[in-house]
């Protein structure tokens, strides 16, 4: 068994699957089947519960979820247990990843890592630690400039050189999105500056931090009602104490007359006390009442003075908000904004000095990370050709350009693959010149290099033979053979050539029983093996000379 695989997979109500469970071994894994079986049902059942998009559609009909479940093996779970412990999730007992995913027709899906729930972007996290899948789609990525210079990067472990830059670039491009704000033009910055000018000096003027809006209305209650109000206290204080037959004469009378009655009634001392005290109340209430209203007078000049101020607040609170606190803020913001303006000279000198030294510092940077790139990329190119000569191209020849161009968010660097298949042919792009057949070898070439400097253990490859015929399907299943060495390789496969080496076999097959498509995977071994590679070389009416051609293939291998 490999240190590091996936031991099983099931799958339920995925398509047309109702269940299937596959245990896999290390090594070569090859799947093979005829067209529409449903062999790339596995493939991406295995990417589902890795965390790749799901689709509602994919649920069996007539059923309301499907679910994927894989296992792997890992001798050494600490680097796993490491990103479970990021996540929150808990380690691996005896070497053993559970990981599962179920989609439900009501959206309410689950997804859990060693029977705990967690997100799909966790599973995909989990599962770039683990297997590097490569669809039938993934040919024509080889082809983008974009790809083949993350392909350099990967076989060169320019991770943290690459990161270094990144973040350079990211300091370098604020920098300029900060340079770029302060572009405009002048004329308008005069206005704004004129503008707010005027706002903060007729906001300062008005000198709101010593106005109490509350005290100022009280006061203009006060001067504008003047007259009146010393009119109606000179009445108060007269009934209280001043005019005949005041308040407190009368109780005056009283206390005589209840001091005479205290003589032959003890109950009316208390009621003369209590009148007593009534009149010194009657008596203070007066003095108080006169002495607030002596300092009253008519001044129509402070009545005009506080007018004046109450409608300057409120024409400053039209303009600048509904309240003074409002009218101060913005004056916090025009006194910002305005020195923003009047500043903007001497911030555009140290911002366009900060660019320039930080532009230094990303073509250093960037000097390395190129550097790094054509050195790697002449190791890269040599190690893609010497794989190239066991996928039927003796002859080819090819390279890695690496050409410096401006900076930009990956480097400074354009990064070309170099494809020549034949002897004495100079080599061109590859994606000017390379045949859908010849892409398939050289991404098969280019995962095996990586596949050499790649910790990911499990290589999952569908229909990587694509295009190609049957000699070069020996020679791309023998190379698949040799990655497996040190990997576990499940290949979907077309081609009996391929399909040969593979150290386990598996047959896809299709049946309807009751008007249901079903499909089942077999484990293939000695005579069903023959008979499946018989399928591939001569169709499902196979004779005895195919079953020994067949026979034959397999026995070559083994040998």
Known sequence: MLITMLQRLRVQNLAIVEDIEIDFNGGLNVITGETGAGK?????????????????????????????????????????????????????????????????????????????????????????????????????????????????????????????????????????????????DEKDVATQVDMLSFQVKEIENARLADTDEEDLAREHA????????????????????????????????????????????????????????????????????????????????????????????????????????????HLETARARLNDLETRAERIAEIEATIAETDKELRKVGAVLSKERQMKGQSLGKAITAELQGLGFPHAAFDIHVTQVEPGPWGMDEVDFGFAPNVGEPSRPLRVIASSGEISRVMLATKAVLAKHDRVPVLVFDEIDANVGGEMGNAIGARLSAIAGNHQVLCITHLPQVAVHGRTHFAVQK???????????????????????????????????????????????VA
């Open 40 to 184: 790339s049902i596995l493939v991406d059942a295995l990417g589902l519960v890795l965390g790749e998009r799901a689709d509602k559609s994919m649920i069996r009909a007539g059923e309301d979820k499907c679910s994927v479940e894989s296992v792997f093996h890992l001798s050494d779970a600490s680097s796993i247990n490491g990103v479970l412990d990021e996540l929150g999730l808990p380690p691996c007992d005896d070497g053993a990843l559970v990981l599962r995913r179920v989609i439900s027709a009501s959206g309410a899906g689950r997804n859990t890592v060693n029977d705990s729930s967690t997100t799909v972007q966790a599973l995909k996290m989990i599962g770039n630690f683990l297997v590097d899948m490569h669809g039938p789609h993934d040919h024509q990525s080889l082809l983008s400039q974009e790809f083949q210079r993350e392909l350099l990067d990967a076989f060169g472990h320019l991770e943290k050189l690459t990161s270094e830059y990144r973040a350079v670039y990211g300091r370098a491009l604020e920098l300029t999105n900060k340079r770029q704000e302060l572009d405009c």
């Open 222 to 329: 006060i001067v504008a009602n003047a007259r009146e109000i010393v009119e109606l206290a000179n009445g108060v204080v007269g009934t209280l104490n001043e005019s005949e037959g005041s308040a407190f004469e009368g109780l005056a009378a009283a206390v005589r007359q209840l001091t005479a009655m205290a003589r032959v009634f003890d109950e009316a001392k208390a009621w003369c006390d209590e009148a007593e005290s009534a009149g010194a109340r009657v008596q203070e209430l007066a003095n108080t009442i006169s002495a607030r209203v002596q300092g009253i007078e008519c001044d129509p000049e402070r009545l005009q003075f506080i007018e004046d101020r109450m409608a300057l607040l409120s024409a400053l609170k039209r303009k600048y908000g509904g309240s003074l606190a409002a009218v101060l803020s």
């Open 511 to 557: 049946e309807v029983r009751t008007d249901r498509t079903y499909t089942r995977a077999t484990t293939l071994v000695g005579r069903e093996r023959v008979e499946e590679i018989g399928r591939m070389l001569g169709g499902s009416n196979f004779t005895s000379v195919t079953l020994k051609h067949a026979e034959e293939m397999l026995n070559a291998i």
